[in-house]
């Protein structure tokens, strides 16, 4: 409903500093913590996006690369050349860019290997049960594989079972 009324740019900016300043209250009191904030393909069509995120974090006072913009797969293939512009300022200015929801959407492996990502989030249904379905454990094995190949950080949601959890760990998941 938010991007339906033209209301996206606002609401987050507006996350990304209040997640901004909590992160700078968790690191204020010791922890050594990074935050993720979710960005809708919505956004991406601002080409002053990375200065206005960039502010948005300065004004707390936290470091950029303690931040990772999470971008769902399944919009990527909106507008290739401009959304590949933004994402690479983004990660220039160094915040950490995460390809999220992976392995349900359509982009494709020439969309990854050109796109600045930092870190692969593969989707739950390549996790939950992988460590007693032979299928699913190979789609898991298969996408962390692929992240680390490519380089990226590699992290597996939706884990709720100690096997599954294991299996992650033991193929590599970060």
Not at 9 to 31: H, P, Y
Not at 123 to 147: C, M, Q, V, W
Not at 150 to 157: A, K
């Amino acid at each position: 409903m938010i991007e339906q009324s033209g209301l996206i740019n606002d609401f987050t900016r507006d996350v990304l500093r209040k997640s901004a300043q909590q992160l700078d209250l968790w690191l204020q009191e010791g922890f050594d913590l990074k935050v993720s904030v979710n960005v809708s393909m919505e956004n991406l069509d601002r080409f002053n996006l990375p200065e206005i995120y960039e502010a948005a974090v300065r004004e707390c006072y936290v470091p950029i690369d303690r931040i990772t913009l999470e971008i769902t797969e399944g919009k990527l293939g909106k507008d290739f050349a401009q959304s590949l512009d933004i994402l690479t300022r983004l990660r220039l200015k160094g915040f950490g860019l995460a390809i999220d929801d992976f392995g349900i959407g359509y982009s494709s492996m020439e969309t990854l290997k050109h796109m600045p990502f930092t870190e692969l989030k593969v989707d739950r249904i390549f996790a939950h049960g992988a460590a007693k379905d032979p299928a699913t454990r190979a789609n898991l094995e298969s996408s962390i594989k692929l992240g680390k190949a490519l380089g990226l950080n590699v992290v597996v949601e939706g884990i709720e079972a100690g096997t599954d959890y294991q299996l992650a760990l033991e193929l590599g998941c970060d």
